[in-house]
């Protein structure tokens, strides 16, 4: 696997001068797998539904949050098409924040909404100050972070006392399924995605100061689904089919998980 340099590089090419959000797997830019609960897989898909799925993932995670009124950062925001939905909400704000420059321009030129702003930023070294939010989400992005003992901490430090996290992505389930990852799934063996075992991101928000902390599977309502749009879409030979192999080997799955800040003054 490249090293972290490379890896970053690789990134900046995919979603900064490459666009991953033009390609029609991800129809309508939001770059996640989608959530495909409700949506019949029985027939041909169309566009709509594809769209339909990628926001049907951005409510689970808000549906986690309850957002209405509070102060909202988005981690690896991507070109902002997911900011629409929060807005919808009706937080008091939003803030996302991305490491790929070209996304953070993409996101300010589609939203306009006075409550909303968008920074670069790593998820390792969020740049705001702490118990500046309350509530934090962040969807199909962490399989990208390097460090995601850097990004509970600083999570915990943004957040201010009782305030809710939602991530969703997809995990490793164990430590060793790395390299059997690797020889499945391309994004894995180039080092675009990273092999994060959920139980170690479980265990770095609970030595962050974090409670509450809970770690669902959601992939029986992403895995077919997305197996079903590759399959019929012009992209079939070019988009790695091989994740639900995966998943029935127990190499990985994708999860929602929350967290809650305690009540009361930090230490």
Same mark, same amino acid.
């Given at each position: 696997?490249?090293?972290?340099?490379?890896?970053? $590089?690789?990134?900046?090419?995919?979603?900064?001068?490459?666009?991953?959000?033009?390609?029609?797997?991800?129809?309508? &830019?939001?770059?996640?797998? &989608?959530?495909?609960?409700?949506?019949?897989?029985?027939?041909?898909? @169309?566009?709509?539904?594809?769209?339909?799925?990628?926001?049907?993932?951005?409510?689970?995670?808000?549906?986690?949050?309850?957002?209405? &009124?509070?102060?909202?950062? /988005?981690?690896?925001?991507?070109?902002?098409?997911?900011?629409?939905?929060?807005?919808?909400? $009706? +937080?008091?704000?939003?803030?996302? =924040?991305?490491? =790929?420059?070209?996304?953070?321009?993409?996101?300010?030129?589609?939203?306009?909404?006075?409550?909303? /702003?968008?920074?670069?930023?790593?998820?390792?070294?969020?740049?705001?100050?702490?118990?500046?939010?309350?509530?934090?989400?962040?969807?199909?992005?962490?399989?990208?972070?390097?460090?995601?003992?850097?990004?509970?901490? /600083?999570?915990? #430090?943004?957040?201010?006392?009782? &305030?809710?996290?939602?991530?969703?992505?997809?995990? !490793?389930?164990?430590?060793?399924?790395? +390299?059997?990852?690797?020889?499945? =799934? $391309?994004?894995?063996?180039?080092?675009?995605?990273? !092999?994060?075992?959920?139980? #170690?991101?479980?265990?770095?928000?609970?030595?962050?100061?974090?409670?509450?902390?809970?770690?669902?599977?959601?992939?029986?309502?992403?895995?077919?689904?997305?197996? #079903?749009?590759?399959?019929?879409?012009?992209?079939?030979?070019?988009?790695?089919?091989?994740? =639900?192999?995966?998943?029935?080997?127990?190499? !990985?799955?994708?999860?929602?998980? @929350?967290?809650?800040?305690?009540?009361?003054?930090?230490?």
């Amino acid at each position: 696997m490249a090293d972290d340099l490379e890896r970053t $590089e690789l990134r900046r090419r995919t979603y900064g001068t490459g666009d991953l959000g033009t390609m029609s797997i991800f129809a309508g &830019g939001f770059i996640n797998f &989608g959530y495909w609960d409700g949506i019949p897989l029985d027939g041909e898909l @169309t566009v709509e539904q594809r769209i339909a799925s990628q926001e049907a993932l951005y409510d689970v995670v808000l549906d986690a949050l309850d957002i209405a &009124g509070q102060r909202v950062l /988005e981690v690896g925001c991507g070109q902002g098409v997911g900011a629409r939905l929060v807005l919808r909400r $009706e +937080p008091e704000l939003l803030r996302g =924040i991305d490491l =790929i420059s070209e996304q953070v321009d993409r996101a300010r030129a589609v939203n306009r909404d006075e409550r909303v /702003e968008f920074v670069l930023g790593s998820a390792s070294d969020i740049p705001f100050a702490d118990d500046s939010f309350d509530r934090l989400l962040s969807v199909e992005a962490a399989q990208h972070f390097e460090d995601l003992a850097g990004f509970a901490r /600083e999570s915990a #430090r943004v957040l201010a006392p009782g &305030g809710r996290l939602a991530v969703t992505t997809f995990f !490793a389930r164990h430590d060793d399924a790395g +390299p059997a990852l690797a020889e499945l =799934i $391309e994004t894995f063996a180039t080092g675009l995605d990273l !092999a994060h075992p959920i139980g #170690r991101f479980t265990d770095d928000l609970r030595v962050a100061g974090f409670e509450d902390v809970r770690a669902d599977s959601i992939g029986a309502h992403v895995w077919a689904g997305l197996d #079903r749009w590759i399959a019929f879409g012009e992209f079939r030979d070019r988009w790695d089919r091989n994740w =639900i192999p995966a998943t029935e080997r127990g190499l !990985a799955d994708y999860y929602l998980v @929350t967290a809650r800040q305690p009540a009361g003054s930090k230490a």
